[in-house]
């Protein structure tokens, strides 16, 4: 049972346009949220973070969006840069140890 | 700092042979420690997670099992590999509450 949904398998946005990436999930003991980039056959590295006590967090042209709500997040870059190609993945958790991945987006860049 | 290290990077072993994949991390004591799977459309699947020595949880019943021998050492093994194993595994640490941040993986194909 897939937790955490990423809806989109893949997602292609102009250079210096807003990429917008966005993740559901179902379990809403989920506090704590993350968001991960992966380059193909390397780990996949950490981003950006958000907990449920925010709706938003920004770090330079990143910025997590959070919808406690509707169970929902979203990944906005701002603007988009080549180099941002890679699969993002959403994470949640509940507890600080266990972390469950959604099944990740590919972002394509185009110059 | 810390650092995590995997491997191999890449493994092929033929259906019913053994596997034993290591990850060691360094520069930190008493993480938490994961083995996570990325399969086409399954995103990063947690296999195992532990939170000391000795103690393993399981996510998903298969045919692998982890072994946490020392503090900073996880190992993902087999008895018998099955074709289905094949993907790219995932070691990962965290200390509570924090991000997650992962090795390199390794390439495991079964023929």
């Known amino acids: 049972d897939q937790q955490v949904k990423q809806n989109s398998p893949s997602l292609s946005v102009q250079e210096g346009r807003i990429s917008i990436l966005n993740c559901d999930y179902t379990n809403s003991m989920f506090d704590y949220f993350l968001w991960y980039k992966k380059y193909p056959a390397e780990g996949p590295t950490f981003l950006i973070s958000?907990?449920?006590?925010?709706d938003k967090n920004e770090d330079g042209r990143f910025t997590v969006f959070l919808n406690k709500s509707a169970k929902h997040l979203s990944l906005h870059i701002v603007p988009s840069q080549p180099g941002d190609s890679a699969v993002y993945f959403c994470?949640?958790?509940?507890?600080?140890?266990?972390?469950?991945f959604g099944t990740g987006t590919s972002l394509t860049v185009i110059p | 700092s810390q650092t995590i290290h995997q491997w191999p990077a890449t493994l092929v072993q033929p259906v019913g042979s053994p596997l034993s994949l290591e990850c060691t991390v360094e520069?930190?004591?008493?993480?938490?420690l994961y083995w996570y799977r990325q399969a086409a459309g399954r995103g990063l699947q947690l296999l195992f997670y532990s939170v000391g020595i000795g103690q393993i949880s399981s996510e998903v019943p298969q045919n692998l099992s982890a072994s946490r021998p020392q503090d900073r050492q996880f190992i993902l093994s087999s008895k018998k590999l099955l074709l289905s194993d094949s993907g790219f595994y995932l070691c990962?640490?965290?200390?509570?509450?924090?991000?997650?941040?992962f090795g390199q993986g390794t390439r495991l194909t079964v023929v």
């Open positions: 994470a949640a958790s509940s507890d600080g140890n266990q972390f469950y």
């Open positions: 958000i907990s449920s006590i925010k």
């Open positions: 520069g930190t004591s008493n993480p938490n």
């Open positions: 990962a640490w965290t200390r509570e509450g924090t991000e997650a941040f």
